[in-house]
């Protein structure tokens, strides 16, 4: 027979408070776009199914739909996310400090986002063979993409680069590949060494 004590009769009995409903309702939704970030970046979007990421989550897949009507609302959510991951690169000029600084917190800011956001680069290399997903995110990339390069170009404009907008779309390029190579082959990938003759391809410009 089951035996419970008076903590355990007051804990089923007390009702949760709305604050602990809605931790409950952002954890369980952090979890979901946490699992389906994961298996879309290694199985990819289509060959992934709302089963396999409920199952993966441990929860229902009734309960699934209570956070996303559908993969493709998922698939949303995760992208959205990507491009806000994206929006706190350290690239804006700022007022008073040194450009090459700056430049050099841009580089380690797009480093460390590819360290800790490495399913969803997975993933991002993945949707690009994907015509239909691609076109579907298209204005949000363009957006991204027209951003950066401004951005990128003022600063290389302080930083006396000739060509300043080619400059800044050759960099834009160059982390496109790098993110290939790295996540091919990121145990052996020597990072600290293509930051540095990064750098010093700008620095010496600038001399």
């Not at 949303?76 to 700056?102: C, H, N, R, V």
Request: avoid cysteine.
């Amino acid at each position: 027979m089951l035996s419970l004590n008076k903590r355990s009769v007051i804990n089923i009995m007390s009702p949760r408070t709305k604050k602990q409903f809605e931790e409950i309702r952002k954890s369980s939704r952090e979890k979901i776009i946490s699992v389906g970030l994961e298996l879309f970046a290694k199985k990819g979007y289509h060959a992934t199914s709302i089963s396999q990421i409920a199952q993966k989550a441990k929860i229902s897949k009734g309960l699934m739909y209570n956070y996303f009507s559908s993969k493709a609302k998922l698939l949303d959510e995760i992208i959205q996310d990507g491009f806000d991951s994206l929006a706190k690169l350290e690239y804006k000029a700022k007022k008073g400090i040194d450009p090459q600084k700056q430049l050099e917190e841009f580089v380690d800011s797009v480093l460390e986002n590819l360290y800790s956001n490495l399913s969803y680069w997975q993933l991002y290399l993945t949707l690009l063979v994907h015509p239909d997903i691609q076109k579907k995110f298209e204005k949000k990339m363009g957006q991204f993409r027209d951003e950066f390069i401004k951005t990128l170009a003022g600063l290389f404009k302080k930083l006396k680069v000739k060509n300043p907008e080619l400059e800044a779309f050759l960099l834009g390029t160059f982390f496109d590949g790098l993110v290939l190579n790295f996540i091919a082959a990121q145990d052996i990938f020597p990072v600290k060494k293509i930051k540095e003759a990064l750098l010093s391809k700008y620095i010496k410009i600038n001399k």
